[in-house]
């Protein structure tokens, strides 16, 4: 099995920076796609943005400019720089990985418990 633990978030201002990190632990065999969802009170979680493992990158439109996904694949850890941060940008935010964990293993969607990031002065 793979597991995924965040860290980072919390109270910020707006306007202020933060990072999250996730690192992918376990049985891995293969590392694929990793990304950052969020969900705010009341509303769906969403894909805030995702990075292959080659580095290819994508972002939900409300956060380009402003966040920057990357990812370390000797660490197996996939990090989210977020920059002028925004009360609208409060919600909790997981971590999602599609990973092998053996060679005979299907690809599978894995999450993290998810992290708290609340823009508020």
């Known amino acids: 099995q793979v597991q995924l633990v965040e860290s980072g978030g919390g109270l910020v201002q707006p306007g202020a920076s933060s990072r999250l990190s996730c690192a992918a632990s376990g049985s891995i065999f293969s590392l694929y796609d990793m990304g950052w969802y969020r969900q705010a009170p009341g509303k769906q979680r969403e894909l805030v943005s995702s990075?292959?493992?080659?580095?290819?990158?994508t972002y939900t439109n409300s956060v380009k400019g402003r966040f920057t996904i990357s990812r370390d694949n000797a660490k197996n850890t996939v990090y989210l720089q977020m920059n002028s941060l925004k009360p609208e940008d409060t919600a909790v935010y997981y971590c999602n990985a599609v990973a092998r964990a053996s060679y005979s293993d299907l690809a599978r969607s894995y999450w993290g418990q998810g992290t708290q990031v609340t823009v508020s002065s």
């Open positions: 990075i292959s493992s080659g580095g290819t990158t």
